[in-house]
């Protein structure tokens, strides 16, 4: 059986000190006849805790720890609330290593970028293990699987484009695949106004830079997609939305 494993992260800014410090997977059963789900998405988050002193706000932490700014003002400065659920655990006081289990999502938090990074790699290995091909789905498959990757290979693990086993796999970014449904020199551009139109909600398309929730999100665009395709024998996506 094959699934398709949706990848998102967060972190501090893309410069030479900033910090990957959330990262999410979603992942399910999936039908290939008609593109349907078996089951129920499955969720994990992994969070760094980036060491914030109490009587520090975020935004001069961001400055101290010279981290990219324009990041913290684009992302943070109005979603304090999910950053600072990213780095505390509601049950228990930080410690090294803590695991909160949900309902639908298991969340790892640690302090120790090490083991951040090997709760990645188990977490793979354990999808790897349950599917016989697992597929990376990204919105940025150029930023969030090239740090990701990064961080596996930085403490001796194969990179996101191989199994843990070291087989090469596909990845998937769900722009281009979008953009592909729509035919002519003008596809970038009929996406773009797709994006932002009415008719994208069909496909659940909300973040909220939580990453377990948006690689969530990523993974039922995938699917969405999918399935108009098969009931709609592939016909491009702007007759099947009426753009």
Excluded at 104 to 116: L, P
Excluded at 147 to 152: F, G, Y
Excluded at 223 to 237: D, E, I, T, V
Aim: hydrophobic fraction near 35%; proline fraction near 2%; include cysteine.
């Amino acid at each position: 059986m094959k699934t398709y494993i949706a990848v998102d992260i967060e972190f501090t800014g893309k410069g030479v000190n900033d910090k990957v410090f959330a990262i999410g997977f979603a992942w399910g059963n999936f039908e290939d006849g008609n593109g349907e789900l078996i089951g129920e998405v499955r969720r994990e988050l992994i969070c760094l805790d980036l060491g914030k002193p109490e009587d520090v706000t975020w935004e001069d932490y961001w400055h101290q720890q010279n981290w990219e700014l324009g990041c913290y003002y684009e992302f943070w400065r109005d979603n304090l609330d999910i950053l600072n659920s990213l780095q505390t655990s509601p049950q228990s006081e930080l410690r090294e290593y803590t695991t909160v289990c949900l309902s639908d999502c298991n969340i790892t938090y640690t302090t120790s970028e090490k083991t951040f990074v090997e709760e990645i790699n188990s977490i793979l290995a354990n999808i790897e293990c349950t599917f016989d091909e697992t597929i990376i789905v990204s919105d940025t498959l150029l930023v969030d699987t090239y740090k990701v990757s990064e961080l596996l290979n930085k403490y001796g693990f194969k990179a996101l484009w191989e199994t843990r086993k070291g087989v090469y796999r596909k990845g998937i970014m769900v722009t281009n695949y979008l953009q592909g449904m729509f035919k002519g020199p003008e596809a970038k551009k009929k996406v773009s106004a797709f994006r932002k139109s009415s008719k994208y909600k069909l496909f659940d398309t909300v973040y909220d830079h939580n990453p377990a929730n948006d690689a969530k999100t990523i993974l039922h665009t995938l699917f969405r997609a999918f399935k108009k395709n098969s009931k709609k024998k592939m016909c491009p996506l702007r007759k099947l939305l009426k753009l």
